[in-house]
DNA sequence: TAATGGGGGTTTTTT
DNA sequence: ACCCCCATTA
């Protein structure tokens, strides 16, 4: 009957084919959650619910494929595909560009990535007359991340600011006037952030008559990672099922590392409160890591003041695994290449190098190990931290495909003009005045644009009134023209910007025909610019050194990346105080927490191997030859431990140290003997 | 008004 | 080590 039930287990089979739900499944690492969530979803088409019907919301939109592409059975993959996916930011962005004019959205509205938004609040901070530097006000980074925060929790900015940035909260005030002013300033320039996309979902799904109309499209909601849902994303949930109650919730208290986007293991626990009749099944069968990781998983987890959900149980004993190991090394650079050794030691046994990840808890932990993979040859790709999209000339295209949308997008004017050679800020800000109406409104379109543009160009130098003139006819879209061509044009115009701004303009010209390319198939190019800022590309792999041929490659991660992932080989790294957990997380307990977690989800990511490194010494870069002791990780108390097999630290340079020492020879005495013999 | 150079402060995780 | 802001200079 169902192709699925015999690889599933009673649990899994359950939870797979509960009736109508409300259901919570608590599913910890490895215990076959995507497969039972990808059984679900096929055992909803084979009860002949229509594909388009069934909604999956998950963390990525990477996870969402991989659930659709999973779901087994020609006939059903056909169908699989018309399942609606993707993040809960992907989805409102759908959502809103189909129902724009209900929730008072321009067409063609732009979404601004993280640093768009951040500089358009320091904007409107100085045109506050609120000076960045003399009370020590937040920096514009902090800015955004506080007002995230605090919408995506639903908190009062003075508490939030009470918490999370005490040094500055008699400042509060000041600071809800930039919030005011910067949500004025999106709404009049046809913008919206990440956090704005919910808000906007939120308002529809709340509102009488296109919340039932919203809620009715779906008659299945199905949410992954549902540990790492905040307010307003269950706000949102909430209000599409206020009138059906078929959710399917899955997630894991143990692996909610969301904290400072706002979420909360709070939602996922107390789920009953929100949805009515809530069934729930608890899957904690681990068919992923050996049993002795997970006795070092149960250890970190055993250590959790108020416990996890899922106590995790061994399936059957795992073929070739290793005991898990606890390695210190003299200083980081010892770290490096005893990580290196091991990938190879491993790689020699049959583990293939993207079978291997490296984690770590910030993005720069993996600097010195990229220069020794590199020194070896040794070829790898990086999860997390550095993008494609935050390279100045993507976003330069960016954001001429959002303003040949939405001629009203002053942050994409500014940042264009200012690409002109000679034309900065002041020039920058009197052209875009010169484009504005009476009611000082910029054009709404390209066509009114063209009528104005003979007075904005005035204000710049001569020089560079032909490549500007070029530009701006390249965003006005020829009628009929396909949107490719379009976005070719308009690359075609911005490329000697790009030459005269960049000194390697080469390869980011390269960069930007393959930004074109992405444009084929796309509604609009503010569709194209949205997807860039909603689904950045995950990985960065050839930073170093010139692309590699190579079929194989060692994976090096943020443990934040390499949620959801598994490899039969994982190396933690940095499990030092202060980097593991991070120092910047201890003000609190929940912050502590946090980390405990991130810790659980590092290790949880290993199947057959895994090795926890702690540097002994950190070497500073200020001063010279300066170094600091580290402590290891206090995640690594006596009961984990216990779990782990650890290598007593050998400083390789001792013995030579003691050697040095008792040889005292004449140098210049022994050169020049062996020099003699040349002439 | 744009470009450049020096100095001071800071340091996480991502849709 | 790096980024951002500010002041100076062209």
Redesign the pocket.
Known sequence: MFAFRRDLNERQLEAATFGDGPLRVIAGPGTGKTTTLTARVEHLLDQGVTPERVLVLT???RSAREIINRVRSLRRAEQAHRVRGG????VAHHTLRRFHAAVGLPDGFGVL??GDAADLL?LVRSDLGI????R?LP????LA?LY?RTVNTGTPLAQVMGEHTPWCADHSEQVGSIFAAFTDRKRSLGLLD??DLLLFWRAAVQDDVLGDQLGASYDHVLVDEFQDVNLLQLDVLRGLRRLDHRLTIVGDDAQA?????GASPRFLLEAERHFDGLSTITLDVNYRSSGAILAVANAVAADAPSGFSAVLREHVALAGASPPTLVHCGDERQQSELVADRVLELYEQGVMLHKQAVLY?????SGDLELELSRRRIPFVK???LRFLEAAHVKDLLAAFRLADNPRDEMAWFRLL?ML????????R?AIDALRDERLHLPLSFTDVATRWEDAVDVLPNDVHEVSDGLVASMRRRAGEPVMIHAERIRDALAPLVRACYDDAAPRLEDLGALVLACAGAARLSDVAADQV???P?STGDLAGPPMIDEDWLVL?????AKGLEFDAVHVIHAADGNFP?D??LSSAE?LE?ERR?FYVSITRARRSLSIYVPLRYHH??VRDDHSWAQPSRFLSDGVRDTLDETAFVDPLAPFDRDVAASAIDGSQVVSGHLSKLW
């Open positions: 963390f990525t939109r993040t809960f930011h992907s990535d993280h320091d000076a960045s530097g003399e020590r920096k514009k980074t902090t991340a995230s990440f956090d590392i969301y904290g400072f986007r808890r910030a993005a720069h932990h999860y997390g931290g200012q050679p000679g034309v900065g800020p002041a020039k920058a009197r909603l689904e950045p995950a991660s943020t443990v934040h990346s991070s910047m997380a912050g946090e991130l870069h200020r």
